[in-house]
């Protein structure tokens, strides 16, 4: 097999602080690139004299694509991504560094066909660059789909490489909702760690192959004075909020999944069958992952009524029913355990005979 051209998506805005240490990353590849493609989101500091001076004598072609405007870090990665020429892309934050072996280990993950995207563990730095420890703790190499994850899983999306045909999907990204930002489409790394999970299979490297820059962030987390009541409250109504949104979400990836098979079958997007068949993913598995998004939207509807249930009697049978149709079991990555059961008991209970709670209100 001949080994598989790597482009590199990277996309910019007044990064002229850190941009330099991590082309220099890129450089010291121990696989070469077969280009560095560059999204510039209407910089106003240095940044674009940064990536000139760089690509006069960059030991590989650099192109710089032509203003867009300010499209935001989710259409401009996906716009470069799509100008890729490589069988493979490589995301790049502006702020980061690369460890050597970084696009070494990632590619060579494809020579499973199967394999549709890889992602690498990866070291926490300070934004000075002192090594914090790891983003996750380790593990071994894995090959995965997102039946073996929870639901709505990622990684952070310059530690992922994906086969540059993925792109092809571009009309169903432009269908999705973005996980934290109601009305927004998903970032590159959620629709991409998604869309190959579901569709194929992806590859998890164990081997830390970047460092992760911290930006120093705002004062957060001071103690608050909120009596038990209303931090009971509070709780109450953000788990209802959250089951309520992972209804939404859960609705939202079955309809992407149901719109890619009909695309398929109905012949409607040839190109599309045609990948799904030459990476070995099956229409039936799309289906089947489908009913489980479906599966999890009555779920998480059934969790949200027990988080703003009011009566302790109504509360029980709701929580009986759940218990009934299998809604909590044991390693399933895709149901709350038995203590996920335990703490819906515990905390819905007290909030159905908290007096505060029926004053406030969901």
Same mark, same amino acid.
């Given at each position: 097999?001949?080994?598989?051209?790597?482009? %590199?998506?990277?996309?910019?805005?007044? #990064?002229e602080?850190?941009?330099?240490e991590?082309?220099?990353?890129i450089?010291?590849?121990?696989?070469?690139?077969?280009?560095?493609?560059?999204?510039?989101?209407g910089? &106003?500091?240095?940044?674009?004299?940064?990536?000139?001076?760089f690509?006069?004598?960059a030991?590989? $072609?650099?192109?710089?694509?032509?203003?867009? *405007?300010r499209?935001?870090?989710?259409?401009?990665?996906?716009r470069?991504?799509e100008?890729?020429? *490589?069988?493979l892309?490589?995301?790049?934050?502006?702020?980061?560094?690369?460890?050597p072996?970084?696009?070494?280990?990632?590619?060579?993950?494809?020579?499973?066909?199967?394999?549709?995207?890889?992602?690498?563990?990866v070291?926490l730095?300070?934004?000075?660059g002192? +090594?914090?420890?790891r983003?996750? $703790? $380790?593990?071994?190499?894995?090959?995965?789909?997102?039946?073996?994850?929870?639901?709505?899983?990622?990684?952070? *999306?310059f530690?992922?490489?994906?086969?540059?045909?993925?792109?092809?999907?571009?009309?169903?990204?432009?269908?999705?909702?973005?996980?934290?930002?109601? #009305?927004?489409?998903? =970032?590159?790394?959620?629709?991409f760690?998604?869309?190959a999970s579901?569709? =194929? !299979?992806? !590859?998890? %490297?164990?081997?830390?192959l970047?460092?992760?820059?911290?930006?120093? /962030?705002?004062?957060?987390?001071?103690k608050s004075?909120?009596?038990?009541?209303?931090?009971?409250?509070?709780?109450?109504?953000?788990?209802?909020?959250?089951?309520?949104?992972?209804v939404?979400?859960? !609705?939202?990836? /079955?309809?992407?999944?149901?719109?890619?098979?009909?695309?398929?079958?109905?012949?409607?997007?040839?190109?599309?069958?045609?990948?799904?068949?030459?990476?070995?993913?099956?229409?039936? =598995?799309i289906?089947?992952?489908?009913?489980?998004?479906? &599966?999890?939207?009555?779920?998480s509807?059934?969790?949200?009524?027990?988080?703003?249930e009011?009566?302790p009697?109504?509360?029980?049978?709701?929580?009986? +029913?759940?218990?009934?149709l299998?809604?909590?079991?044991?390693?399933?990555?895709?149901?709350p355990?038995?203590?996920?059961?335990? !703490?819906?008991v515990? &905390?819905?209970v007290?909030?159905?005979?908290?007096? +505060? +709670?029926?004053?406030? #209100?969901?």
């Amino acid at each position: 097999m001949t080994e598989p051209r790597v482009s %590199i998506a990277l996309a910019t805005y007044n #990064g002229e602080r850190y941009l330099a240490e991590q082309l220099a990353s890129i450089r010291a590849q121990t696989l070469a690139p077969a280009e560095l493609v560059v999204g510039d989101d209407g910089s &106003t500091d240095g940044t674009m004299g940064i990536l000139a001076r760089f690509a006069e004598d960059a030991p590989f $072609p650099v192109r710089i694509l032509p203003p867009g *405007g300010r499209l935001g870090y989710r259409l401009n990665f996906m716009r470069t991504a799509e100008a890729c020429a *490589g069988d493979l892309v490589a995301f790049c934050d502006q702020d980061d560094v690369w460890l050597p072996r970084k696009l070494e280990a990632s590619a060579a993950a494809f020579a499973d066909p199967t394999i549709l995207a890889s992602a690498h563990n990866v070291f926490l730095m300070t934004a000075e660059g002192d +090594r914090m420890g790891r983003l996750k $703790p $380790p593990f071994a190499d894995r090959t995965v789909t997102e039946r073996d994850m929870p639901p709505f899983s990622f990684f952070p *999306g310059f530690t992922m490489t994906i086969r540059r045909d993925l792109v092809l999907f571009e009309a169903f990204w432009r269908m999705s909702d973005d996980t934290f930002n109601v #009305g927004e489409r998903l =970032g590159h790394d959620t629709w991409f760690f998604f869309l190959a999970s579901a569709i =194929g !299979r992806m !590859r998890l %490297i164990g081997e830390e192959l970047a460092l992760y820059r911290q930006h120093p /962030a705002n004062v957060s987390g001071q103690k608050s004075d909120r009596s038990l009541g209303s931090d009971l409250a509070a709780k109450l109504k953000d788990r209802t909020a959250e089951y309520r949104r992972r209804v939404e979400l859960a !609705r939202n990836r /079955a309809d992407i999944l149901d719109a890619i098979l009909e695309a398929a079958r109905s012949g409607r997007r040839p190109e599309i069958a045609e990948f799904l068949k030459s990476h070995g993913a099956s229409s039936d =598995g799309i289906a089947e992952l489908r009913d489980k998004y479906m &599966t999890l939207e009555a779920r998480s509807r059934r969790r949200a009524e027990i988080y703003g249930e009011r009566s302790p009697l109504a509360l029980a049978g709701r929580l009986g +029913r759940s218990a009934l149709l299998g809604d909590y079991g044991v390693s399933d990555p895709w149901r709350p355990s038995l203590l996920g059961l335990a !703490r819906d008991v515990v &905390t819905g209970v007290a909030g159905a005979v908290s007096p +505060r +709670r029926v004053s406030e #209100g969901r």
